[in-house]
């Protein structure tokens, strides 16, 4: 519990730190889910999203709708969960490597680090991909509902990454559905893909860290 709550208050401070004080245009909100996904599995990510926005719509309150933006940061952990389990190995981070034979060389044991590090890129960015479709659809859908309560005009954070998109495809007549959709799939290709490494990135760490001082702690029993 206390893994997720950490995660989701590190999501809003990634997120307000990109947005309110280096002006980034990303949000980076879900990294922490992405990270207590592959590092304590789907309940811990599921819940880590889910409290990311409920306490940040609980702490800046803009209206109960906007709370179903919480089923877009689950929706992160329950795909990245289904890729853990359709890619297993290159998504592994408890550090389980294949044994290779002593008669192999070092250089083939080179090549082999080589194609599982290129192996968990491709599945990554696969996975980023994923996520900016899924995000896209379901923030779009939720955007919708939301001005069904709110007049855009009162939305806060008007001046929203995809602002410039919504623009561009408003001018073309095409329907709200299809606008917020659309107006998030560039911003969400880039924002996911950071999010997608450096989530993996921080969970490998923290399990590298942990078998670190398992190491050290039966070292210390044993002496």
Same mark, same amino acid.
């Given at each position: 519990?206390?893994?997720a709550?950490a995660g &989701?208050?590190?999501?809003m401070l ?7 004080r280096?002006?980034i +245009?990303?949000f980076?909100?879900t &990294? ?5 996904t592959f ?10 999203g889910?409290? #990311?926005n409920?306490?940040q719509? @609980?702490? $800046?309150?803009y209206g109960w +709708?906007?709370y179903l933006?919480?089923?877009c940061?689950?929706?992160v952990a ?5 890729f853990?389990r359709? $890619?297993?190995?290159e998504? *592994?981070?408890?550090?389980?490597? =294949?044994t290779? +034979? =002593? @008669?192999?060389r070092q /250089?083939?044991r080179q @090549? ?7 192996g !968990?890129a491709i599945?990554?960015?696969l996975?980023?991909?994923?996520? *900016?479709? &899924?995000? %896209?659809v379901l923030g779009g ?6 001005? !069904?309560f709110? %007049?855009? @005009?009162?939305v806060p954070d008007?001046? /929203?990454p995809?602002?410039? $998109?919504r623009?561009?495809?408003?001018? !073309? ?5 299809l606008?917020?959709?659309? /107006?998030?799939i560039p ?7 950071f999010s ?7 969970a &490998?760490?923290l399990?590298?860290g942990e078998?670190k001082?398992g =190491?050290?702690?039966? !070292?210390t #029993?044993n002496?």
């Amino acid at each position: 519990m206390v893994v997720a709550i950490a995660g &989701a208050l590190l999501n809003m401070l990634i997120y307000h730190l990109l947005r309110n004080r280096l002006g980034i +245009p990303l949000f980076l909100d879900t &990294a922490m889910t992405m990270t207590v996904t592959f590092y304590g599995g789907v309940f811990w990510g599921v819940l880590t999203g889910a409290l #990311t926005n409920l306490i940040q719509q @609980s702490v $800046f309150f803009y209206g109960w +709708p906007y709370y179903l933006y919480a089923l877009c940061n689950m929706a992160v952990a329950l795909v990245t969960a289904l890729f853990i389990r359709w $890619f297993p190995q290159e998504l *592994c981070v408890g550090g389980t490597e =294949k044994t290779l +034979p =002593k @008669s192999q060389r070092q /250089s083939q044991r080179q @090549s082999l680090w080589f194609q599982d590090l290129m192996g !968990r890129a491709i599945v990554l960015v696969l996975l980023s991909f994923a996520l *900016c479709l &899924a995000i %896209s659809v379901l923030g779009g859908l939720c955007a919708v509902i939301i001005y !069904r309560f709110n %007049s855009p @005009s009162l939305v806060p954070d008007s001046v /929203s990454p995809e602002q410039n $998109f919504r623009f561009a495809l408003m001018r !073309r007549n095409l329907s709200s559905v299809l606008v917020e959709i659309g /107006s998030r799939i560039p911003v969400n290709l880039l924002d996911r893909l950071f999010s997608s490494f450096a989530g993996y990135g921080l969970a &490998a760490l923290l399990a590298w860290g942990e078998r670190k001082a398992g =190491k050290r702690t039966r !070292r210390t #029993t044993n002496s």
